[in-house]
């Protein structure tokens, strides 16, 4: 008995040298903010899906500690004065020497404190900047490039006369103690760099924090080393093409006797490249597929098989953000009864029909989802035609036609609707969930469709379309026109459009890439939009993107100069995912926002090693990764599940509850100790696919 309670009496005081030993630091970034003018920094947390809390500047004291746990694992400080700073400056300070805690300074005012002599306050568009070598070394660590590239300054705001409100940048001169990160342009000025001081560690970024190449592009860099490489959070780049209208030939620019119609060569040849730019050309670990949106009707219409019941093209008139009351019936085009009892050997006359049914191997090149029968305009749609154009489309899709509907190519819960329309409609909306279809996609250059935040979906309401719940996500329109098929077309219709202004195609090409590029870096997952069209290429002849030469048509052009130009700032896999899938990316985040997780780091005081990170919800259950950059792997007992692709580093899932979960890693590892080499991850990637085909 005696010994027994001198072992309980041990044990409780182990663990209260164990709780004195060590501390906790909650894994949320605190954002100090002057910023005034479309400020990327808080865009850019959110497209980790980060913790972080955002104060106003100026403020004259911070609470950075509760009942002796620190708040904060990260400090990011923007557009602050050296006014603003020096009230805070002691206090956050001796939160950095207690918690080794790493600070990002964004577009502040230049401070001698941190070593910088002097410094230029500049709005010109011509300050262009370049990673150093010590910048090209953070890069790589975190698998950026960056090498060569020319940044521009971002310096416009637009206004609301779509004209440019100027924004500053800064160009400084530093002292012999701070690290380079970026230099401008034939100057000895600098755009960035490393303080290292009386153990106090800080980053300094001098690029205004606004739309532009540079902003999402440093923030990568600032929020990886600002957390030491663990990241409460998820990093991944998505490519979706997805092209609408597939079946259906349409005319360039409504001439008569131009109509083209994809051809199976044409789709023989795409499944081809698909593979190629895949394992050739993009980041290792890559995956894609163009996602065909289809329409049933054209399949009879070519094969002259019962297409009578689509004749009726009347257009109501009805502006594009019109809520239709659910007292109005709407549009009644079909016929109550419908003959579709079609016979499939009828529809094999459709030579492009008769090569995907039932034909597995051919549906899986490519993703597919409806784009409704007939191509209606459902604005103004009633119940009972909402419900015939997507009740058909989903018969063409499955057995005995296409036979694809039940298989894992399609996504029978999402729809692109026709013309984007239909979806502040009560009664198309009620129509598409009654047929199992509970996800559309919007238009992003639509403020109508637009939701407030790209890294969620818009629900729909009573308000947006009498109908609650259903799920937009955003979808962003290139400049590959939904009527064209060839470059001469594209330039065409460009002169048309832009009042005789003429272009070339790589200029164009240069401006496509030049737009999208921006939605990789700031880790967008919209799909993007292409038409029927845009597929043709067996008839065109070779192309040279870039040095990349091939039969490419308009849409393989377009994927190969925008994974040109991811590949000059980022080297991370791009991934495909079906759009059921890709809407469950969203969903994700919405159940986040609502469980409000917490990860509180546990480190041990003296040797500063990570014992564990504790995992927990506020509310609820949802599913939360954290994000190791480090020379460590998580140990998989403690999560619900591991994700790697390629050359990235691991993403743990865990499935948070209000009970803490503990995640720990396979060995000891520091906290304020970022080392990360590519030679680990490469070892780690060897170990698991081993793992996995044993």
Not at 101 to 127: H, M, Q, W
Not at 353 to 367: G, I, L, S, T, V
Not at 514 to 527: A, G, I
Request: hydrophobic share 35%; net charge negative; aromatic share 12%.
């Amino acid at each position: 008995m005696f010994n027994k309670i001198l072992y309980t009496t041990a044990l409780v005081a182990a663990s209260f040298i164990f709780n004195v030993c060590a501390f906790e630091i909650n894994l949320n970034t605190l954002h100090l903010t002057n910023a005034d003018k479309n400020s990327k920094v808080n865009s850019m947390l959110d497209a980790y899906g980060m913790n972080y809390e955002t104060v106003r500047l100026p403020v004259t004291t911070l609470t950075l500690e509760n009942n002796n746990v620190a708040l904060y694992n990260a400090i990011v400080v923007e557009d602050a004065t050296q006014e603003m700073l020096a009230t805070i400056r002691n206090q956050i300070e001796d939160y950095q020497r207690k918690y080794k805690v790493r600070v990002a300074y964004l577009n502040c005012e230049p401070d001698p404190y941190f070593g910088f002599k002097s410094s230029t306050k500049s709005i010109s568009e011509r300050d262009f900047v370049e990673l150093t070598k010590e910048g090209l070394e953070l890069a790589k660590k975190y698998q950026m490039n960056g090498k060569d590239v020319k940044f521009k300054s971002g310096t416009c705001v637009p206004n609301a006369q779509h004209e440019c409100d100027k924004y500053y940048h800064y160009m400084v001169e530093i002292n012999n103690d701070i690290v380079p990160l970026l230099k401008y342009n034939n100057t000895e000025s600098y755009g960035g760099g490393i303080v290292k001081t009386k153990d106090i560690e800080s980053i300094h970024f001098f690029n205004s924090n606004i739309e532009s190449t540079i902003a999402p592009f440093v923030a990568h860099l600032w929020i990886s080393w600002t957390n030491y490489g663990i990241i409460d959070g998820f990093r991944r780049l998505y490519l979706s093409t997805q092209v609408d209208d597939f079946f259906i030939s349409n005319p360039f620019d409504a001439q008569k006797g131009t109509e083209f119609r994809t051809s199976i060569q044409d789709m023989k040849n795409l499944a081809k490249w698909e593979k190629e730019i895949a394992s050739e050309r993009m980041p290792k670990g890559s995956q894609y597929k163009v996602e065909l949106a289809f329409n049933g009707w054209y399949v009879l219409k070519t094969a002259d098989h019962k297409h009578s019941i689509a004749v009726d093209w009347t257009l109501y008139g009805k502006p594009r953000d019109y809520v239709k009351p659910l007292s109005e019936v709407g549009s009644h085009k079909f016929p109550e009864e419908i003959d579709s009892d079609w016979d499939d050997a009828a529809l094999r006359k459709d030579e492009l029909y008769n090569y995907f049914a039932k034909n597995p191997e051919a549906q899986d090149d490519f993703y597919w989802l409806t784009h409704t029968f007939s191509h209606h305009n459902l604005d103004y749609a009633s119940y009972h035609d909402a419900d015939v154009e997507i009740s058909l489309n989903v018969k063409m899709a499955d057995d005995p036609y296409l036979g694809m509907y039940k298989r894992d190519c399609f996504s029978p819960h999402s729809i692109v609707c026709p013309e984007i329309s239909g979806l502040h409609n009560g009664h198309a909306l009620q129509a598409f969930t009654a047929n199992k279809v509970n996800y559309g996609v919007g238009d992003t250059s639509r403020r109508d469709l637009d939701p407030d935040n790209w890294y969620f979906p818009l629900v729909t309401n009573q308000t947006t379309s009498n109908f609650d719940d259903f799920l937009i996500i955003p979808r962003i329109p290139t400049e590959m026109y939904w009527d064209c098929s060839t470059v001469d077309q594209i330039l065409t219709l460009y002169k048309k459009k832009s009042g005789g202004k003429e272009t070339t195609w790589e200029a164009h090409l240069q401006k496509e890439a030049d737009s999208h590029v921006k939605n990789f870096l700031e880790l967008r997952h919209d799909p993007y939009m292409f038409h029927e069209g845009n597929l043709r290429n067996a008839d065109v002849g070779e192309f040279d993107v870039q040095g990349v030469k091939g039969q490419f048509g308009l849409l393989q052009q377009w994927v190969e100069r925008i994974v040109i130009e991811i590949k000059k700032y980022l080297d991370w896999p791009l991934i495909t995912k079906k759009m059921d899938d890709l809407v469950e990316t969203y969903k994700t985040r919405i159940s986040q926002k609502q469980c409000m997780p917490k990860y509180t780091m546990v480190v041990d005081d003296s040797s500063m090693t990570i014992s564990e990170i504790k995992v927990a919800s506020t509310n609820g259950e949802c599913n939360v990764p954290l994000f190791a950059i480090r020379d460590t792997k998580f140990d998989e007992s403690t999560v619900d599940s591991i994700e790697q692709i390629g050359d990235e580093p691991a993403t743990a899932w865990i499935k948070a509850t209000t009970e803490p979960k503990s995640v720990k890693f396979t060995n000891d590892i520091k906290w304020n100790d970022d080392s990360f080499t590519e030679l680990f991850i490469s070892l780690w990637y060897i170990t698991f696919l081993f793992i996995k085909l044993k």
